[in-house]
């Protein structure tokens, strides 16, 4: 799949339709086809409808007030997340039922009831009190995938005190970066992580982050891997450790009133320039979003064990690992460690062993499996799969019929969602009882929600750029600190519409084909990367005068980082310097940014008005024979370049 366009139009000559099958229609959340129409009807009524499995301590008295681009849902309306994700569970005959079912790489596990889960975040969110944590606090949670994170983030939730979750993945300096963007007094961590059998070393990196200048004043400690093993330093007065805090703690606490629109969270996401952007995301209409999306999209009944594999650092991990899974009481599973490890079926001896039914994620980890080889899959007991679901980037037509037929034993829908960490909830997808499926598309809007393919103008078209028309409940509300930046970035491109960065086209049944990103967003594995990120990393060294940097197809990763790269006098474009720029990279933003490949160039190519001819780029890295040149200033830089390309 080394040519993209080939692979784009390969998608769009998919016309294979699959219906969901009978007998899952018959017990479908959703089944009748009314739903949409009652939706396009009265939306807000929808939304109303759906907020109605909330429980809201104080009611709301309008379902949105919408002063573009700034929306408010569910007006004045009073409520706790984690008292709906917890507390009102346990008045029912969910109180012993499993909350979230860990296990960890090593093998370790452990299974949190409702009633154990209210214990536990009930527990440290009086530690965070008793550390000064007030309603409003910003928390940052750099943590391995271990129960303490989703405790943690609850706890959070409890006390009204917005989280900000780095991925473990990401290095020091982009923790740093997003603590102080923050300015989160308190971080949570963990002496490391298991990763594949080794130690991720978080306490270190956060150690880096926190020193010197930094608002951070306390930085709790989870023994995960063991202090010893992980070399992590305690720093007297700072750092302390949880399960010391916690054995003196009281399990009651009371829940904050929080506003509908209090700020819940924030993630930090990559956009078009160097700097991340804090995307907030408020309590009422993010959970009133996430849990309805839930419910319907994965078909979600009270006996079944629910499993997302992606990582909580990322947004489907806080809206389908967490919010959506634990507002409608469900059992959801939390894996820590890597899907080959130690063998290459871990994923499926996890869906053996706990009987999972609703398996969700990303097209890049079903390529690994087919890679693999269907052996891993087939020895193993696969039959309690219902339902599967896929996120983060396209799926190609032969990844999706490999998930079709080898995990799903071609029993079970598929559901390709499409949505971002701005919108909060699931925007596009099939509901599995309904809609009519066809590989590489995630077919039509979520009821009440109103997206469109328009052209430049703005104008509806049937190939263009993807946007949403109308608010919708989990839509993020501002850039944090930067209300400019949220109106120019989303709100700008066309009037009252909200922009996704996306591409997509609509074929004549009306499905949605999301074709990837049409900004500087890089889409790796299905992680969102920002070129102009990697670019101020390479120029951070003291070698690189300039750097341009694209995405390059990749058969496993969807798109893999290649980077151009001009030096400063006296430097030489040795391997020995190319593997330390992938380096610093790494040690810059975090592993998942590492170019796969750089190129040394004398010179970027440019058109004459200084604009760095990304597509040039994109041909060259692709190996590709190069379309129109002729805007180039000086041709003889791309001649060079495709030389070192043959090398
Ligand atoms: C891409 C992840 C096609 C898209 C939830 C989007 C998809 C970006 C799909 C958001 C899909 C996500 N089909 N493309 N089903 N799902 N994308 O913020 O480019 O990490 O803009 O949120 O992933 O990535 P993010």
């Known amino acids: 799949m080394k040519d993209k366009s080939k692979a784009l139009e390969a998608l769009l000559q998919e016309n294979r339709v699959f219906a969901p099958p009978q007998d899952f229609v018959a017990q479908a959340n959703a089944n009748d086809a009314a739903i949409y129409d009652q939706a396009s009807a009265d939306r807000l009524g929808f939304w109303a409808r759906q907020a109605e499995s909330i429980d809201f301590f104080e009611p709301y008295n309008e379902v949105l007030e919408w002063d573009a681009p700034f929306a408010k849902w569910f007006v004045n309306g009073k409520l706790n997340v984690a008292y709906n994700c917890i507390d009102r569970h346990l008045k029912t005959d969910r109180r012993n039922k499993a909350a979230i079912i860990w296990e960890g790489e090593p093998g370790d596990t452990v299974t949190l009831t409702y009633q154990d889960l209210y214990r536990e975040v009930n527990k440290f969110a009086n530690v965070m009190r008793k550390l000064g944590v007030k309603k409003g606090d910003r928390v940052t949670i750099y943590l391995p995938m271990i129960p303490e994170l989703a405790i943690a983030m609850l706890a959070c939730a409890r006390i009204g005190a917005p989280h900000s979750i780095v991925f473990g993945g990401f290095s020091a300096d982009s923790l740093r970066d997003r603590i102080d963007d923050a300015q989160s007094t308190l971080l949570i961590t963990a002496d490391g ?93 993010y959970l009133v979003g996430t849990a309805s999306t839930h419910r319907y999209i994965f078909d979600l009944k009270e006996n079944d064990v629910y499993w997302c594999t992606a990582d909580i650092g990322w947004i489907t991990g806080h809206s389908y690992i967490i919010y959506g899974p634990l507002a409608n ?202 070129t102009m990120e990697v670019e101020s990393a390479l120029v951070d060294h003291q070698s690189v005068a300039e750097a341009a940097v694209i995405g390059k197809t990749h058969e496993l990763k969807g798109q893999a980082v290649a980077a151009f790269v001009t030096l400063k006098d006296g430097f030489e474009g ?57 805007t180039l200033a000086d041709p003889s830089v791309v001649q060079k370049l495709m030389s070192q390309n043959d090398e």
């Not at 992580?193 to 991720?200: A, L």
């Not at 700072?238 to 916690?246: A, G, I, Q, T």
């Not at 309690?384 to 396209?394: A, F, K, M, Q």
């Not at 309904?434 to 009440?448: H, M, Q, R, S």
């Open 193 to 285: 992580g298991w990763r594949r059998g080794s130690v991720v070393p978080l306490k270190g990196n956060a150690d880096q982050a926190v020193e010197g200048d930094s608002p951070v004043k306390n930085v709790v400690v989870v023994e995960r891997v063991g202090l010893a093993k992980s070399n992590a330093n305690m720093v007297e007065g700072r750092d302390l450790l949880w399960h010391e805090l916690m054995k003196e703690s009281s399990h009651i606490c009371e829940p904050e009133s929080m506003d509908s629109e209090d700020m819940l969270f924030i993630l930090y996401t990559s956009g078009t320039t160097g700097k991340p952007k804090g995307v907030v995301h408020t309590t009422g209409g």
């Open 329 to 530: 009481g469900a059992t959801t599973v939390m894996y820590e460690g890597g899907p080959d490890y130690p063998n290459k079926d871990r994923f499926w001896e996890i869906v053996e062993k706990y009987g999972v039914n609703i398996f969700y994620t990303a097209p890049t980890a079903i390529r690994a499996f087919m890679k693999w080889g269907t052996q891993w899959p087939e020895s193993r007991d696969l039959s309690s799969l219902r339902l599967l679901g896929t996120v983060g980037e396209p799926i190609n037509p032969e990844a999706w019929m490999w998930y079709h037929k080898f995990i799903g034993g071609e029993r079970c829908p598929i559901v390709d969602t499409w949505w971002q960490t701005e919108t909060g909830q699931i925007m596009i997808s099939p509901l599995p009882g309904l809609t009519k499926t066809t590989p590489g598309t995630a077919t039509v809007p979520f009821p009440g929600i109103e997206v469109d393919v328009v052209d430049e103008q703005g104008n509806s078209s049937d190939a263009g750029y993807l946007i949403v028309k109308s608010p919708w409940p989990a839509m993020l509300r501002t850039v944090y600190g930067d209300p400019e930046r949220y109106k120019s970035t989303y709100w700008s491109r066309f009037d009252d519409y909200y922009f996704t960065g996306d591409g997509a086209k609509r074929d004549e049944l009306g499905n949605i084909w999301v074709m990837g990103r049409v900004d500087d967003v890089l889409n790796v594995s299905g992680h969102r990367i920002g």
């Open 574 to 630: 040795t391997d020995d310097l190319m593997a330390e720029l992938k380096a610093h990279v790494a040690k810059k933003i975090g592993a998942i940014a590492r170019p796969e490949d750089i190129f040394f160039s004398a010179e970027l190519p440019k058109t004459r008005s200084g604009k760095i001819m990304r597509r040039l780029l994109r041909d060259i890295a692709e190996g590709r024979k190069l379309g129109d040149t002729t």
